[in-house]
């Protein structure tokens, strides 16, 4: 696992004049350094043999303005009714890695892949000199992060070859990630109320000069954002000679929603939704993440069978999420009955997603301390029908495209990348595993229960587009591989018991017998309220959450069902009480279908987050494409970009 | 004179019906999707629900060619002005269909980015709620727009009724 160094203190040593203040709070190892000497300790990590820290994997900012006060709701307006906020839930230690004077923190994760550890930094920053060194010139990750630090929050980079804004619009004034910028403040650029539009659309400089007729010139292309040939939203301008691709310009934001503003103004439990939403192929790795993220700051641990849930219900995200992927390239290139084959798979898993949390894909399945019910009785037999059909769908894909003549050469040798360049650009995941780096959160770092499964972690040799479909390929075998497993070792739930012959008894059996008035029956009974989650029939939600009363929803059938429930409801989802974690950050990595999926959660005590920030896999992945498309030819464009997998909520959030 | 004129709106009110049955089986829609609900939109239209039963199969990806615009996901100010395009792009008649509730009111998205609904920059025929809705729902939708397409006449046809 992780190396155990000090880091903090190491870097105090190299370093004594940068490093402020040092601290390990959650196992999470912070240093808080002068703007002035970043790049020198930046330096330090990358190049020092005790650091290695090759992984920028993450620059964000906090803003502090507000930190302590207690935060704005934008729903539900205050009642007027002040109520006693709920007792806090004691830190082990105090977390001492509050706001100073500055009011922006910006904040650096860094990994090192080869050591395996990680290192956290704090650079403050003045308000009125909001400005830092740029780390494009150590990490090109840094080059999109960093925009994005200036697009949301207004703090400048120097020497960054091209600040300007990324997911916002250029018309677009202010910064909406500040504390002082309202969350519902539009700036509409078409119906009433329309802020004007420039005229001349933010493209590189046209044609270059061509002076005989029959001679190349250079021809930009305009592809998207709403493009037959690009699943997702985004626009690529190409600058063309010939058919070679000389020059790409990548605009992203197009589905900018505001994810990480909203995180902030609903509570804990409020914000799993939104991570739905984040990559909507695989929301439950998403839910995942954010609440064992939470969870550390809170300093719990789920129970077993949670876990084993967990990563259950993650691996079939995990296989719909590979199977879009796939299908989706697939057609790109003309193999439409692909795409229906793989889709069928997926509707197979959907059905069995659908069984255990209510619904097909926005499922909201996770809880903070738990999962919102337990598996449904007949899941095992269930599960390993839909895992047949899976395993018989991706064989018919095997043979339809790894053999295919035609898809093979468009595959193969396009979108080169090498895995020193794809680790400087962070990026993770199938894609990077793609070009021979073995770097699998759920190996390197494990999580959860991941650590006791057996299962390989698959690399390509030559980095190109026919390798990630390899990798994407066996990766899901993998997947299936780990459910089956899981599924195994699973340990027992709670069964609904006849409370006089001590025998296993259906819910729908018990609440029979109570209608013919067995009324020792009744007393025991628990009311089922949703139909449509099987694991609602279970007797009670034993061993899937903590017992940890301030943290977790009560099941909806102790909610509807008597007082107490109901209560414990209230007192979680009232404004003024709710899930309260102490003061303190954490971040939390999990194995995206995309690569590392990072959440790094600031609380300020109260029942909201003060900042959610996601790290999204594929935004590393989308920082590289202009790298990845130059040289190639413009029909490469399409393979490339079907194996990066964007998916908008995730990139723009 | 008086005998010309019904004999005349009586084919026309036929014709009418027989182009609106014509029209409402040969639906050639444009997805614009961006999101989520996009996810829902490949489902529907794939071999387990297949929207090709309705006669509605086909995708056509250039505005000029499709008459019912499916705005699929959410729509977020960025992304308006180019929405905003393809609708203006699309011949008559046009048809469109907000997918999911993002498209029809914005949903829980309640923030900076993000458009309180496409009815706020143009017109929408066919409402069809969720986050994101069930396929049902969506073959639900289509069919409620088959019968507005359906009863729709053209302009002679509304002179008379």
Excluded at chain 1, 50 to 70: E, S
Excluded at chain 1, 423 to 443: C, E, H, M, N, Q
Aim: glycine content about 8%; overall charge neutral.
């Amino acid at each position: 696992m992780m190396t155990n160094a000090d880091l903090t203190a190491l870097l105090k040593e190299r370093c004594p004049d940068a490093v402020r203040a040092a601290h390990s709070w959650r196992g999470d190892q912070t240093a808080r350094i002068n703007r002035e000497s970043l790049v020198k300790v930046a330096r330090t990590l990358k190049e020092d043999p005790a650091f290695q820290m090759d992984f920028l994997m993450d620059v964000t900012a906090v803003d502090y303005l507000t930190f302590g006060q207690r935060p704005p709701r934008a729903f539900f307006p205050s009642s007027g009714v002040d109520v006693a906020p709920a007792p806090e839930i004691p830190a082990d230690t105090p977390w001492p890695g509050g706001p100073e004077k500055e009011r922006f923190v910006v904040v650096y994760h860094f990994y090192s892949s080869s050591l395996r550890h990680r290192i956290r930094l704090h650079v403050p920053v003045e308000e009125k000199a909001a400005e830092l060194d740029s780390l494009t010139s150590l990490w090109p990750a840094a080059n999109w992060l960093e925009r994005e630090v200036w697009d949301m929050y207004g703090i400048r980079f120097k020497g960054h070859p091209n600040l300007k804004r990324i997911l916002m619009y250029e018309e677009f004034i202010g910064h909406p990630l500040r504390k002082d910028y309202p969350v519902n403040q539009r700036q509409p650029l078409a119906g009433p109320g329309a802020v004007k539009r420039s005229a001349t659309p933010s493209a590189p400089a046209a044609h270059s000069k061509g002076s005989g007729d029959l001679e190349t010139r250079e021809m930009l292309l305009n592809v998207g954002p709403a493009h037959p040939a690009m699943h997702g939203i985004i626009r690529l301008v190409l600058k063309l000679q010939g058919e070679r691709v000389k020059e790409v310009d990548v605009e992203i934001g197009y589905l900018h929603r505001g994810f990480e503003k909203m995180a902030e103004v609903v509570d804990y439990n409020g914000v799993m939704p939104y991570t739905d939403r984040l990559n909507y192929v695989s929301p439950l790795i998403n839910n995942m993440g954010y609440s064992m993220a939470v969870e550390k700051l809170l300093g719990l641990n789920v129970p077993e069978r949670c876990h084993y849930i967990r990563v259950i219900m993650s691996e079939i995200s995990r296989l719909s999420d590979h199977l879009t992927c796939v299908g989706a390239s697939a057609m790109e290139l003309g193999a439409f009955s692909v795409f229906l084959y793989l889709i069928k798979a997926r509707e197979f898993l959907w059905e069995l997603v659908e069984m255990v949390t209510g619904a097909r894909l926005t499922i909201s399945y996770c809880r903070v301390g738990g999962v919102k019910g337990d598996l449904p009785e007949d899941f095992e037999d269930r599960c390993q029908k839909a895992l047949e059909e899976t395993k018989k769908v991706l064989k018919e894909a095997d043979a339809l495209l790894t053999r295919n003549r035609i898809f093979v050469d468009r595959m193969s040798g396009t979108g080169v990348i090498s895995a020193q360049e794809a680790i400087a650009y962070g990026i993770t995941g199938p894609f990077l595993r793609a070009s021979g780096t073995p770097y699998d959160v759920r190996k390197d770092c494990p999580y959860s229960v991941y650590d006791r499964f057996d299962f390989d972690v698959p690399v390509g040799a030559k980095g190109d587009n026919l390798d990630r479909y390899y990798v994407r390929m066996e990766e899901m075998r993998q997947s299936i591989r780990i459910i089956e497993a899981a599924l195994k070792t699973i340990p027992p739930g709670p069964v609904l018991v006849d409370p006089e012959t001590g025998r296993p008894m259906a819910a729908a059996e018990m609440v029979d017998s109570a209608k013919i008035g067995d009324i020792p029956v009744i007393a025991r009974a628990v009311a089922v309220t949703d139909p449509t989650l099987g694991g609602s029939a279970r007797p009670q939600h034993l061993g899937i959450a903590v017992e940890e009363k301030r943290v977790v929803l009560p099941p909806k059938e102790d909610t509807y069902g008597n007082i107490e429930g109901l209560m414990r409801h209230f007192k979680l989802v009232m404004q003024g009480h709710g899930v309260r974690p102490p003061k303190g950050e954490s971040y939390f990595p999990v194995e995206g279908a995309n690569g590392e999926l990072g959440f790094y959660v600031v609380s300020d005590g109260s029942e909201c987050a003060y900042r959610v920030r996601v790290r999204p896999p594929c935004f590393a992945i989308m920082s590289a494409l202009p790298r990845l498309l130059t040289g190639d030819m413009l029909a490469d464009v399409v393979p490339t970009f079907g194996s990066v997998n964007m998916i908008g909520g995730e990139l723009d959030r | 004179m008086s005998q010309q004129l019904e004999d005349a709106s009586f084919l026309t009110s036929k014709l009418d019906e027989a182009i609106g049955w014509a029209r409402k089986y040969s639906i050639f829609q444009y997805p614009f999707v961006t999101a989520c609900c996009g996810m829902e939109y490949m489902a529907a239209a794939c071999s387990h629900y297949d929207f090709d039963r309705f006669g509605a199969g086909l995708p056509r990806f250039s505005p000029r060619q499709a008459d019912v615009l499916f705005v699929v996901g959410t729509i977020s100010h960025k992304m308006a002005p180019v929405l905003l395009r393809i609708y203006e792009q699309m011949a008559d008649p046009k048809w469109v269909v907000a997918f999911g509730v993002c498209t029809c009111t914005g949903g829980f998205y309640d923030n900076y980015a993000t458009v309180m609904g496409i009815d706020t920059i143009m017109p929408v025929d066919i409402y069809i709620p969720g986050c994101p809705p069930r396929p049902e729902y969506v073959l639900d939708g289509l069919m409620k727009l088959q019968e507005k397409i359906q009863a729709q006449h053209s302009k002679a046809g509304q002179q008379k009724a």
